[in-house]
């Protein structure tokens, strides 16, 4: 690119074409308006070097959208993020996303909105608790100084709070260094702290935070000020991008569906599509030969469940490794006279055990399904950056519980040995007593040192050496141990003594890992289904309508053509769905707000 394009971004991006146009008129325009800021700024520059952009004035705030597959998080590694280092420097631009997966994705690694402004899942979005005291100052000081440009991927899932908490940290954050006010932070020209550039990704047809209402689309009657402040701040992006080329999709039979799809006012199938999309259904559990390395998602959490067992024993089968189950342990904090019978406790552990929504057990399953060399994913944080919620990997080790028998160590390896071949294993299918004291997972695309290096003999003093082929390493590397919710959760249950239903609290201990290939639909946003998807086409019966749309869309979405996709309970229900177009809540709140703002661009 040339020098001057790093000021035209904004002005001229064509997703599909992977270019920037020229449009000087506009651009000089932006450029006067951040004039007064900039004239008023403290410079703090990255470099000497000359060629660096100013770090103060809001030039460009941007919105790209586009459906699934179109190239957007594609547009944020290979255009804005190398085009933005080149002249703020990898300390000069912060990378975030809603969620650690999205975060995941883009080059380099992001953070999450919530990881980026030090916040925690429990944390206030209140304004008056969003005030940095002098120790927060500086450390949001440290990270805002140098920072030019702030990328956010996947807008659909942001709360709307939250992202009026990272607009006015962030103001909060750059004002002592930039001279800024902080009380006009929602101001055109000083929103984000009047960082140059903000760039937002995503797409308005994807699923909503939960709840629904608290999404950036949602309507704001009888919201908070701080809801309606994030709406606001959303809203007052200048330019709108939408992609419209489908790049992930080599098939034309998904991208014509998919259109019509998003066709307002809805559009009829053809008899030959809707035959295809029947064609997807399996008949027969002979057809899912070959599909283990497969997808397989719903939205309830009652399918999911079940999916995550099969998601596990077929790989275990398929590379004959034994499949190893773990128990949580739970704990009942409020518990009451009649949990001193057997019976009683029997029937209670029963019903925690089957709760299915993970969501309301601290993301803890019930049973964990392990086996070496199984791809999984982290539910919660267990060391960060790198262990974070999400994070995927391949299990490379199991360290058991002292008093369980040294033949689950060697049958835990594939052939049923500790190295791999030789003595065959006891089962292939093990219920584990007690708990392991961790499990090994390599993560993907992680080269941290989470754990100390094994010495070799040569260098049991002076300690293991890089230089040495004999000492072990074990970048990426990640001891999960058994993990404990920190504040109890809820559940409703019925007592066997009485047959009267009682709400008590529990705290659940287990290892936080679940198989990669089963999930929810809310987890699979952003994600391409390779090789494939099973996808139950299963719904609660009080979903609302249009997050039943969005989630048929999503699932759409997901594959790279029909032929992988096999569905179970594909019928005229979901073509009535499909038929009907999107619906006029979210999307017409996303009309409202960008639809002049999208022509204007264009």
């Not at 300390?91 to 909105?113: D, M, Y």
């Not at 803890?364 to 267990?382: E, I, K, N, Y």
């Not at 198989?515 to 929810?520: D, N, R």
Request: hydrophobic share 40%; aromatic share 6%; net charge positive.
């Amino acid at each position: 690119f040339k020098q001057k394009t790093a000021y035209e971004i904004s002005l001229g991006l064509v997703g599909s074409e992977m270019c920037i146009r020229d449009s000087a008129k506009p651009l000089q325009e932006a450029w006067d308006k951040s004039r007064v800021a900039r004239e008023h700024a403290t410079t703090i520059s990255p470099s000497a070097d000359s060629n660096k952009l100013p770090l103060v004035g809001a030039l460009v705030r941007l919105l790209i959208v586009g459906g699934g597959g179109c190239g957007k998080t594609r547009i944020f590694n290979k255009v804005l993020i190398p085009l933005l280092t080149a002249f703020y420097g990898t300390e000069g631009i912060l990378k975030q996303a809603s969620t650690n997966k999205a975060a995941r994705l883009l080059q380099g690694r992001g953070n999450t909105i919530h990881a980026t402004n030090k916040l925690t899942a429990t944390s206030s979005l209140r304004t008056v608790n969003l005030r940095l005291n002098e120790k927060k100052q500086q450390l949001h000081g440290n990270i805002y100084a140098k920072a030019g440009a702030k990328l956010i991927d996947e807008f659909s899932p942001i709360n709307a709070k939250l992202l009026h908490a990272d607009a006015f940290i962030t103001t909060l954050a750059r004002a002592p260094l930039y001279k800024l006010q902080p009380e006009c932070y929602a101001q055109c020209d000083q929103t984000w702290g009047a960082l140059p550039v903000l760039v937002l990704g995503g797409d308005e047809l994807q699923l909503p935070p939960v709840p629904m209402e608290a999404s950036l689309l949602a309507p704001v009657e009888g919201t908070s000020d701080e809801h309606k402040a994030g709406v606001r701040l959303f809203g007052s992006l200048r330019q709108v991008y939408r992609l419209s080329t489908a790049m992930r999709f080599d098939d034309d039979e998904s991208i014509i569906i998919l259109a019509k799809m998003r066709t307002p006012g809805g559009t009829r199938l053809t008899s030959g599509e809707w035959k295809n999309l029947q064609g997807t259904e399996v008949r027969d559990a002979a057809e899912l030969a070959g599909t283990e390395s497969w997808y397989e998602a719903c939205y309830a959490w009652s399918i999911v469940t079940m999916a995550m067992v099969t998601r596990s024993v077929l790989p275990a089968r398929t590379c004959r490794a034994v499949l190893f189950v773990v128990q949580a342990e739970d704990e009942i904090m409020n518990p009451w006279p009649a949990l001193h019978s057997r019976k009683e406790r029997d029937h209670v552990a029963e019903q925690l055990l089957r709760h299915a929504n993970m969501n309301q057990t601290g993301r803890l399953p019930g049973f964990a399904m392990l086996h070496v060399g199984m791809d999984v994913r982290l539910t919660t944080s267990v060391e960060p950056p790198g262990g974070v919620v999400y994070a995927t990997g391949t299990i490379v080790g199991i360290d058991f519980h002292p008093q369980k028998p040294l033949g689950h160590r060697r049958s835990s390896f594939p052939g049923g040995s500790e190295s791999g071949a030789g003595e065959p294993a006891m089962s292939s299918f093990v219920v584990l007593r007690y708990q392991p004291r961790s499990v090994y997972v390599k993560l993907t695309d992680c080269d941290i040192e989470f754990l100390p290096p094994r010495p070799c003999r040569l260098h049991t003093l002076t300690g293991a050496d890089k230089a040495c082929p004999a000492c072990d390493f074990l970048p990426g590397v990640l001891a999960v141990k058994p993990y404990t919710n920190p504040q109890a959760w809820s559940v409703n249950i019925t007592c066997i003594t009485d047959g009267n239903g009682r709400d008590i609290k529990v705290k659940r201990t287990q290892l936080p890992l679940v198989c990669l290939k089963a999930s929810t639909l809310h987890v699979l946003q952003g994600t391409t289904a390779d090789p494939g998807l099973i996808f139950h086409w299963c719904f609660p019966h009080k979903l609302r309508r249009d997050i039943r749309w969005l989630a048929v869309y999503v699932a759409l979405s997901r594959v790279r053509r029909l032929k992988s996709l096999w569905s179970i309970g594909m019928n005229n229900d979901i073509r009535e769905i499909i038929e009907a177009g999107p619906p006029d809540t979210l999307p017409a709140q996303f009309h409202k707000l960008f639809s002049d703002k999208e022509k204007q661009t264009a």
